[in-house]
């Protein structure tokens, strides 16, 4: 039986996947901090909006555009589960969200340009978008981190796990290290279990078959590797 390198962990495409959606988490929160300063600065000195009715038109083409691609990803996120996927619906939401909360203040602005609260409209507008898009940024890094430092499981995985260990805890004399990450919608769990050295290489290999059919029997669309090692 080959030898793993357990120092140095293997990233994979998975975690490619996590790194692009912290990206976009990160592309949101600059975005958040560029909207909400916007947003103060309007409020403490309000500026008359020129062109209104031209940046209205386009707001509400924005919005019929992101609304498509909102529910286009959305929908390709349903079907096939994957940390990008998820951030690109996410990302055109607020997307979605921004290019109404624009539209909106516009045609306030331009219904109630005669009057002085109208000057309050669009940054009370990018206020709220702030606030969406910190929500959104947010979000996505809370999906991501955790398979980033190797826990993507949670805790109902986890319980089927240690429960089916547990089960077949005389086949093995120890166990070493979990460790888990996503690639798509797909999930791989690797479990480092040591065996004694007196047991013969056809009763390992049998135990790891019984322990990873157990496990991925129970959890669909997760690879099961055991990794066996020598007990000292």
């Known amino acids: 039986i080959s030898r793993e390198d357990q120092v140095t962990y293997n990233y994979g495409f998975g975690k490619l996947e996590q790194v692009a959606s912290i990206s976009v988490a ?6 958040f901090i560029v909207s909400l300063f916007a947003s103060i600065n309007r409020f403490i000195s309000p500026q008359i909006l020129e062109n209104t009715s031209f940046g209205l038109f386009f707001a509400i083409l924005s919005v019929i555009g992101n609304s498509f691609l909102w529910m286009k990803n959305y929908k390709l996120h349903k079907t096939s589960p994957s ?3 998820d951030s690109q619906w996410r990302l055109f939401r607020a997307k979605t969200c921004a290019t109404v909360v624009v539209a909106l203040s516009l ?4 219904i109630f340009e005669q009057v002085k609260v109208g000057l309050y409209f669009d940054p009370l507008g990018s206020l709220l978008l702030s606030r969406f898009l910190f929500h959104s940024s947010y979000t996505i ?3 991501s981190m955790s398979d980033l430092v190797d826990r993507a499981v949670d805790e109902q995985v986890q319980f089927i796990v240690v429960r089916n260990l547990i089960k077949h805890e005389k086949e093995y004399m120890g166990l070493e290290a979990v460790r888990s990450r996503r690639s798509g919608n797909r999930m791989f769990i690797d479990i480092f279990l040591s065996f004694s050295p007196t047991s013969s290489f056809d009763d390992v290999c049998l135990a790891v ?3 990873s059919s157990d496990m991925e029997r129970q959890l669909p669309g997760t690879e099961i ?7 000292f």
Not at 26 to 31: D, H, K, N
Not at 107 to 110: C, G, M, N, P, V
Not at 225 to 231: G, H, N, S, T
Request: glycine share 0%.
């Open 225 to 231: 590797c055991v990794i066996p090692r020598p007990f």
């Open 83 to 85: 940390p990008v996927s």
């Open 209 to 211: 078959a019984r322990i």
């Open 26 to 31: 990160m592309a949101l929160f600059v975005t």
């Open 141 to 143: 890094v809370s999906n």
């Open 107 to 110: 045609a306030s602005s331009l």
